[in-house]
């Protein structure tokens, strides 16, 4: 079954940082896009970045600009969002999955859903 893991999800004070991984199970990550989402209770799902296959390109919400930054190993089979300065309203799952990015509609939807890893900022 082809599916993404999502992992490094936690607690953090508000402030601090957490690296997230998004591991391939049963293909390889180097023909796709590969896009972070989030979801927090009671509101919509927020695409927060995208890489392109290559690496060489990547965007990133407005919310997350400056604070985020998505990365890839594809020998290692594995996309990254680093998250730094984390905010009060950044709690949420994230989720990743693969999409086309490069498009200002990259969010609208994508393929082989994880899990996702729950992401909770608090002091």
């Known amino acids: 079954q082809l599916q993404l893991v999502e992992s490094g999800g936690g607690l953090v004070q508000p402030g601090g940082s957490l690296r997230l991984s998004c591991a391939a199970s049963?293909?390889?990550?180097?023909?796709?896009?590969i896009g972070w989402f989030r979801q927090a209770p009671g509101k919509e799902r927020e695409g927060v970045s995208c890489?392109?296959?290559?690496?060489?390109?990547?965007m990133y919400a407005d919310s997350v600009k400056g604070r985020f930054t998505i990365s890839r190993d594809n020998a290692k089979n594995t996309v990254y969002l680093q998250m730094n300065s984390l905010k009060p309203e950044d709690p949420a799952v994230y989720y990743c999955?693969?999409?086309?990015?490069?498009?200002?509609?990259?969010?609208?939807?994508?393929?082989?859903w994880g899990q996702g890893t729950q992401v909770t900022v608090s002091s």
């Open positions: 999955a693969a999409v086309l990015c490069g498009s200002s509609s990259w969010s609208a939807g994508g393929n082989y």
């Open positions: 890489i392109s296959h290559s690496g060489g390109s990547t």
């Open positions: 049963g293909f390889t990550l180097d023909y796709y896009a």
